[in-house]
């Protein structure tokens, strides 16, 4: 066993490699049998034919990636789209993706924790008490906002650390250290916001513009999904580029060039809409640069896959040399870091902070957005992406019953429907992989 190497499963004896991203390990002759060619290598060499024949596999096998959020995306579009023409302008669409920038940006970090097999209860309240400390220091006395912002996010982030260290070290229980901290860090913000309960933010400051301020050059959206195109094609470049160096099997020009393509067909689909109404929001410029430097992380670096790893197996991962409370330690206070982040465009978005902040269905739509998008409750499997598309999910939803004036009971119950749909699928999922021996 090699140290970082990820495990697949909140148990289990040995170490396997991770399922990421569609990614498969090769797999290793059994001892005593007799050796043969994997037939996943042999994919590309025949062409259309074998790709289907491996997306089958997949199906077959319960590797569904994220087929079933998109999917669900494009359903819910299509039906909302008919009941209200209204859904898919550029209006309805920008004001979504802007809408969804605090809930995805609060579900990174959530991402980061289910990674590890783990739930984080206290996010909502960690986002409202940043959101609370930024409006005191900066309006009540006086501090200069970039520095108020700075100490909000740090206070954020202590909070995650502090959770981490309880359960890392002490022992104690994650779901009981952060229901501990959603109740602490809630009365903690009442207490900083005063007898008043409400902060009004200056109407331009910088956290005012996070959710309202708009580039509106249309080379802006565009140079952002150029950069995004870019960047996958660089990485899958660096990744064919590595694997041929290493002597294993890797895509082909060809193929790359075309998951380029499928790639940037979304992406300047987009800068499209973005240019169709006030251009491209600041909101969406955040959201998407924090899921690439998160991705980056998980995908790029040893510690994101020793996250990997303490997820999937935390013995294997200790004994493969890695410092398991480190991770868990660092995992939360990424995840108070996002949250303190997600708390500063909400008060944004209502340009104050108040007793409600970071209340209400805020930690459930969080920890949905992360599910839905994709990332299992069960640990080792997930990517920062499943942030964007689980809030899109829900947001889509919000928006479209907001369009349709339907209640907010209604919006919740199908919401719940959607997020247990989610955790079916991938428990489903989970058990079909088992069952053909890739988990």
Same mark, same amino acid.
């Given at each position: ?94 004001? /979504? ?17 289910? /990674? ?64 501990? !901290? ?22 331009? !400051? ?85 899921? /690439? ?147």
């Amino acid at each position: 066993m090699t140290t970082g190497t990820p495990t697949d499963g909140a148990t289990g004896d040995k170490a396997a490699a991770p399922q990421q991203d569609g990614s498969e390990a090769n797999g290793t002759a059994a001892a005593g049998s007799v050796a043969s060619v994997d037939p996943r290598l042999l994919v590309r060499e025949r062409g259309f034919a074998g790709y289907l024949d491996d997306l089958t596999r997949r199906l077959r096998t319960g590797e569904l990636g994220s087929l079933p959020v998109i999917v669900g995306l494009i359903v819910i579009g299509l039906v909302f789209q008919l009941q209200d023409s209204a859904f898919l302008s550029a209006n309805n669409l920008s004001n /979504l993706f802007v809408q969804s920038a605090g809930t995805g940006l609060i579900a990174v970090g959530i991402v980061f924790v289910l /990674l590890l097999g783990e739930i984080d209860l206290s996010v909502g309240s960690v986002s409202g008490m940043s959101a609370a400390v930024l409006a005191v220091l900066n309006i009540n006395q006086g501090m200069n906002e970039v520095l108020a912002v700075i100490l909000a996010i740090l206070v954020g982030m202590a909070a995650g650390a502090l959770h981490g260290f309880f359960f890392a070290k002490v022992g104690v229980p994650a779901f009981v250290v952060t229901l501990a !901290g959603l109740l602490g860090w809630n009365g903690l913000m009442l207490q900083i916001l005063g007898p008043s309960g409400t902060i009004n933010l200056d109407d331009d !400051g910088v956290v005012a513009q996070l959710t309202n301020h708009y580039f509106a050059d249309k080379i802006w959206a565009i140079a952002l999904a150029t950069v995004c195109v870019l960047a996958f094609l660089g990485f899958s470049l660096l990744d064919a580029r590595r694997r041929k160096a290493a002597d294993v099997p890797s895509r082909p020009l060809s193929e790359i060039v075309l998951r380029t393509v499928v790639v940037a067909i979304p992406a300047y689909a987009a800068a499209l809409v973005f240019n169709s109404y006030k251009g491209l929001p600041l909101a969406v410029v955040i959201f998407v640069g924090v899921i /690439l430097l998160g991705d980056f992380v998980l995908r790029r670096t040893t510690y994101g896959r020793q996250v990997f790893a303490v997820g999937g197996s935390s013995e294997a991962a200790a004994r493969a040399g890695i410092s398991v409370p480190m991770i868990r330690i660092t995992v939360y206070a990424i995840a108070g870091t996002m949250a303190a982040v997600g708390g500063l465009f909400f008060a944004s978005q209502i340009n104050a902070a108040n007793q409600s902040s970071g209340a209400g269905s805020l930690l459930m739509n969080c920890i949905a957005a992360a599910v839905i998008g994709g990332t299992s409750l069960f640990g080792g499997r997930g990517k920062t992406w499943s942030a964007l598309l689980g809030a899109l999910v829900i947001q889509s939803i919000n928006s479209g019953m907001a369009l349709l004036g339907t209640g907010s009971a209604v919006r919740d119950m199908i919401t719940g429907a959607v997020l247990l749909a989610a955790v079916v699928i991938d428990s489903i999922s989970r058990r079909t992989q088992k069952t053909a021996g890739r988990a």
